[in-house]
């Protein structure tokens, strides 16, 4: 039986590999047996989708530099990126 906590890490993975609704669920299809954590990384090794998820990885960090170059940081500044964690709570 999969637990509820289970269920929400294998939520965050979905969030965390920019997997799409669908992809998500195809992941995870039949993996009722089967934590799903361990359905979503096993599906992630997939050439398409593990290429699907790199494109999507390039495109975030494309957008996330361009970010900071329109706030005026410069290749070569030293910045501090904090991760607050869920809700801010860490």
């Not at 669920?25 to 790199?54: F, H, Q, W, Y």
């Amino acid at each position: 039986m999969i637990t509820a906590a289970e269920e929400d890490i294998a939520a965050a993975a979905e969030h965390e590999l920019t997997l799409e609704p669908a992809e998500y669920a195809a992941a995870v299809c039949g993996a009722e047996k089967v934590d799903p954590r361990v359905a979503v990384a096993t599906s992630a090794m997939r050439d398409d989708l593990n290429r699907r998820i790199s494109r999507r990885g390039a495109a975030f960090r494309a957008r996330m530099i361009a970010h900071l170059h329109a706030a005026g940081i410069e290749d070569g500044d030293a910045i501090l990126l904090v991760d607050l964690g869920c809700n801010g709570s860490v």
